[in-house]
C-alpha cells in the first residue's frame, strides 16, 4: 500500500466512523481553552478537567487573571505537572492577552506563540478548534500514532510530523485528523501496548502489517 492510499483509507475510515472528533478539554470560550491547553502540557485532559472548574471560578476571564498572582494560580492547578511555571505562563499569558491584544485570543498561529506559555502546539490546538483554522498539533499521541500507522516517515520532531501530515492530509479534514490521531491514540492505539485487534484500522496500519510478518 502506498502512503497515499494509506492516508485516503484512514481518512475515509474516520470520515465514516467518527465524523464528529472534538477536544476532550472542557471550555466555554476561546480565553477558557487556552487556559485549559497551557495546563494539558504532559497532563492528562482528564486531570485538567477537575481543575479548571475552581480555575474559571475565581479566574472567569483574562482580565481577573492579569490581576492575579502567580502563587495564587499555583494554589488551584498545584496537583497538575509542573504547576510552578504553569502559573507563571497563566498569569503572563492573561496579562499579554490585555495589554497587547485588547482582550482578544488572537487567531494568528504566529502570534498565538507570543503568548507565555503557548508552543507550535498550543496555537495549532487554539486556531484549530477555536477558528476552525487547517492547523495540525502535534502531541505526544499524534506523533507516535502517525508514525505507527505509516502516516509520516522519518519524523524526528513534532514539526516534521506537522509538516508531513499535512502535505497528505485535504485541507478541510486536517483540525478533525488532529482529535482522530489523538483519541486514537489515547484509546486504541495506546503506547506500551497498542489494542491491534479491536482496531479498526488496522489492516491500513504499517505497524500491524509489520507485526503480522515477524
Same mark, same amino acid.
Given at each position: %500500500?502506498?502512503?497515499?492510499?494509506?492516508?485516503?483509507? +484512514?481518512?475515509?475510515?474516520? /470520515?465514516?466512523?467518527?465524523?464528529?472528533?472534538?477536544? !476532550?478539554? @472542557?471550555?466555554?470560550?476561546?480565553?477558557?481553552?487556552?487556559?485549559?491547553?497551557?495546563? /494539558?502540557?504532559? &497532563?492528562?485532559?482528564? #486531570?485538567?478537567?477537575?481543575?479548571?472548574?475552581?480555575?474559571?471560578?475565581? =479566574?472567569?476571564?483574562?482580565?481577573? %487573571?492579569?490581576?492575579?498572582?502567580?502563587?495564587?494560580?499555583?494554589?488551584?492547578?498545584? $496537583? &497538575? $505537572?509542573?504547576?510552578?511555571?504553569?502559573?507563571? @505562563?497563566?498569569?503572563?499569558?492573561?496579562? %499579554?492577552? *490585555?495589554?497587547?491584544?485588547?482582550?482578544?485570543?488572537?487567531?494568528?498561529?504566529?502570534?498565538?506563540?507570543?503568548?507565555?506559555?503557548?508552543?507550535?502546539?498550543?496555537?495549532?490546538?487554539?486556531?484549530?478548534?477555536?477558528?476552525?483554522?487547517?492547523?495540525?498539533?502535534?502531541?505526544?499521541?499524534? =506523533?507516535?500514532? $502517525?508514525?505507527?500507522?505509516?502516516?509520516?516517515?522519518? $519524523?524526528?520532531?513534532?514539526?516534521?510530523?506537522? #509538516?508531513?501530515?499535512?502535505?497528505?492530509?485535504? !485541507?478541510?479534514?486536517? /483540525?478533525?485528523?488532529?482529535?482522530?490521531?489523538?483519541?486514537?491514540?489515547?484509546? *486504541?492505539? +495506546?503506547?506500551?501496548?497498542?489494542?491491534?485487534?479491536?482496531?479498526?484500522? /488496522?489492516?491500513?496500519?504499517?505497524?500491524?502489517?509489520?507485526?503480522?510478518?515477524?
Amino acid at each position: %500500500m502506498t502512503r497515499p492510499e494509506r492516508f485516503k483509507q +484512514i481518512i475515509d475510515y474516520f /470520515s465514516t466512523q467518527q465524523p464528529v472528533a472534538e477536544t !476532550e478539554l @472542557h471550555y466555554t470560550d476561546p480565553y477558557q481553552l487556552l487556559v485549559a491547553v497551557i495546563l /494539558s502540557a504532559q &497532563c492528562t485532559d482528564k #486531570r485538567v478537567n477537575l481543575l479548571t472548574p475552581k480555575v474559571f471560578d475565581k =479566574f472567569p476571564d483574562a482580565i481577573s %487573571m492579569s490581576k492575579s498572582q502567580p502563587e495564587e494560580v499555583f494554589e488551584l492547578i498545584k $496537583s &497538575c $505537572s509542573y504547576p510552578n511555571n504553569k502559573a507563571k @505562563h497563566l498569569v503572563g499569558m492573561a496579562k %499579554m492577552l *490585555v495589554e497587547d491584544f485588547n482582550n482578544i485570543v488572537p487567531e494568528d498561529i504566529d502570534e498565538l506563540q507570543k503568548l507565555p506559555g503557548v508552543g507550535r502546539k498550543t496555537a495549532n490546538v487554539i486556531a484549530a478548534v477555536v477558528f476552525n483554522k487547517p492547523a495540525m498539533a502535534v502531541d505526544t499521541h499524534v =506523533f507516535r500514532v $502517525s508514525a505507527r500507522l505509516g502516516l509520516t516517515i522519518g $519524523s524526528k520532531t513534532p514539526l516534521e510530523t506537522e #509538516r508531513q501530515l499535512v502535505k497528505h492530509i485535504p !485541507e478541510d479534514k486536517i /483540525s478533525i485528523a488532529h482529535h482522530w490521531l489523538i483519541l486514537h491514540g489515547r484509546y *486504541v492505539c +495506546i503506547a506500551r501496548k497498542p489494542k491491534c485487534d479491536n482496531c479498526g484500522i /488496522s489492516k491500513f496500519c504499517k505497524y500491524y502489517e509489520n507485526l503480522k510478518k515477524a
